[in-house]
């Protein structure tokens, strides 16, 4: 695969694309660019939800940006919401009642278009006063569809609390991580960064085999796994997740060494 370039570029942010005090190095910048000035189109494959990407803007102005892990598309142009698979009320009821009753102390916040609202024993822990964010009884959370629910607990460790979540949700939604934190991400059934990519990727005309991505934590396997099997390129940070690991193709450095950069320069 050694003559093998991408004709779209896809990159998770927070702990790839980013520096750990959230900004994009100059060298990174100038090496999207010269793709882009090549015609590959570069997108953004996040669990951030659209009203955490007013910054990333200023780096990359147009574009589309795969949110919430894959349930919201964002034009980065005109900031507008382009398409969202959203969770059903029903479902949340369900999910939200189980959960409280199987992990006491559960407490639970939801994204949609550019709001977030959380019960008050939710403790966010960033944009705590940002426009958007309000508190809101749990009953009020579930009786509308939502892009992504959340579901933390402040007492117990991150790996057995998502997997206990996994158990309760089962087939009625998909479940992803990407914290170090007991912190659980919803979404609707199916709907991964993957499903995002594909529809990103339809409207470029560009299938798997012609993408590489980019990305550090759990909620990035479903585009390895997607990417990878149709010959693309799935490249984990230095240091990525071990479960993300194992689903790549490549590995490069880490966010804090430029790893997307250097690895699209290799190309």
């Known amino acids: 695969m050694s003559d093998w370039r991408?004709?779209?570029?896809?990159?998770?942010?927070?702990g790839t694309l980013l520096r750990w005090d959230d900004?994009?190095?100059?060298?990174?910048?100038?090496?999207?660019?010269?793709?882009?000035?090549?015609?590959?189109?570069?997108?953004?494959?996040?669990?951030?939800?659209?009203?955490?990407?007013?910054?990333?803007?200023?780096?990359?102005?147009?574009?589309?940006?795969v949110c919430c892990n894959g349930a919201v598309l964002l034009d980065l142009e005109s900031f507008t919401?382009?398409?969202?698979?959203?969770?059903?009320?029903?479902?949340?009821?369900?999910?939200?009642t189980e959960l409280r009753r199987r992990l006491p102390g559960t407490r639970f916040a939801v994204e949609y278009g550019l709001e977030f609202r959380h019960e008050p024993g939710y403790h966010p822990r960033w944009d705590v006063n940002a426009p958007g964010v309000a508190t809101a009884p749990l009953e009020e959370l579930v009786t509308a569809p939502v892009a992504k629910l959340l579901a933390r607990h402040d007492d117990l460790d991150a790996a057995p609390f998502v997997t206990t979540v996994e158990e309760v949700v089962a087939d009625r939604a998909t479940v992803t991580s990407s914290s170090s934190d007991a912190l659980a991400e919803i979404s609707a059934l199916g709907i991964t960064k993957a499903t995002g990519l594909a529809k990103v990727a339809a409207?470029?005309?560009?299938?798997?085999?012609?993408?590489?991505?980019?990305?550090?934590?759990?909620?990035?396997i479903a585009a390895f796994e997607w990417v990878r099997a149709a010959g693309g390129r799935a490249v984990a940070m230095a240091q990525a997740h071990p479960d993300l690991l194992a689903a790549a193709t490549d590995v490069t450095h880490s966010n804090e060494d430029d790893g997307v950069a250097e690895f699209l320069r290799s190309l």
């Open 6 to 14: 991408p004709r779209l570029i896809a990159s998770d942010m927070d």
């Open 203 to 220: 409207r470029h005309g560009v299938g798997p085999e012609d993408i590489v991505v980019f990305g550090d934590m759990p909620n990035d």
């Open 81 to 96: 919401i382009v398409d969202e698979d959203a969770l059903a009320p029903a479902v949340l009821q369900d999910v939200v």
């Open 23 to 65: 900004t994009v190095s100059e060298a990174t910048v100038a090496e999207l660019a010269r793709w882009r000035a090549e015609g590959v189109p570069i997108v953004l494959a996040t669990g951030r939800p659209p009203r955490w990407m007013v910054k990333i803007r200023e780096v990359l102005e147009v574009g589309t940006a």
